[in-house]
């Protein structure tokens, strides 16, 4: 397995403002991957950060809302940008530490946000 | 499109007994991934156990197994002996191989409660 961390764990937010979340990996992975889980929801995935390249966002995410950085192989962050109440959620990275699609997927500890 | 279905939203269990969690699946593709997490109050998904499709073996992983029905597209988590610290939320996820990365498709979770 590896060690995931995020920062911050947990965090109150005004309407309108922005927030960076970050992701540090203690070995170097090719994938990461945030995710959002919105209250009593399950986890929907926000985008796929490729070292080196542009950011993949799934449907209904946008990179204008949710900016992410991969500057290199162990760090990654995502941004939430402008927020609303409706942007309250755990944010959660994982990563693929096969990187062949096998099944040593972890995520960090999560990132709960509330927005007021 | 691939789908996972818990139809389990709330579980209790005495402790030191065992637990099925229900989970199903549906996907064309061939080869795939199966997962599950454990996610306590705290909001950290912990990975507990995963079984590919091409495994003839049902996974083990401690007091966790898995009954893999591939024909009936279903992939039960079994918890032995169960723990007051096994209560939480836990949830059953298929891995999409079909594109770059390791996404996730979550289910909505069942919520285990576990009674002294």
């Known amino acids: 397995s590896a060690v995931i961390s995020q920062k911050p764990s947990r965090d109150i937010c005004q309407r309108g403002t922005s927030l960076t979340i970050q992701c540090q990996v203690d070995?170097?992975?090719?994938?990461m991957f945030w995710y959002r889980q919105q209250p009593g929801q399950s986890l929907t995935l926000i985008a796929t950060?490729?070292?080196?390249?542009?950011?993949?966002?799934e449907s209904g995410f946008v990179i204008d809302k949710f900016p992410i950085s991969r500057p290199n192989l162990t760090f990654s962050t995502l941004t939430v940008s402008n927020m609303s109440p409706e942007d309250s959620s755990i944010y959660l990275c994982s990563v693929d530490l096969a990187g062949e699609n096998t099944g040593e997927l972890f995520f960090g500890e999560g990132s709960r946000l509330t927005v007021l | 499109a691939q789908k996972i279905t818990q139809t389990q939203p709330g579980m209790f269990v005495q402790e030191k007994e065992a637990v099925t969690l229900d989970c199903t699946y549906d996907t064309s593709d061939q080869s795939y991934g199966l997962f599950w997490y454990k996610q306590p109050s705290s909001g950290e998904m912990i990975f507990l156990i995963y079984q590919g499709s091409y495994d003839e073996q049902n996974a083990t992983e401690g007091r966790y197994s898995l009954n893999f029905q591939k024909a009936r597209k279903s992939t039960n988590l079994v918890i032995s002996a169960s723990q007051l610290g096994d209560s939480a939320m836990y949830f059953c996820?298929?891995?999409?191989?079909?594109?770059?990365?390791?996404?996730?498709?979550f289910g909505q979770g069942t919520e285990l409660s576990v009674k002294p």
């Open positions: 950060a490729n070292q080196g390249s542009e950011a993949t966002y």
């Open positions: 996820a298929i891995l999409d191989r079909r594109n770059q990365g390791g996404k996730l498709i």
């Open positions: 070995s170097q992975v090719t994938m």
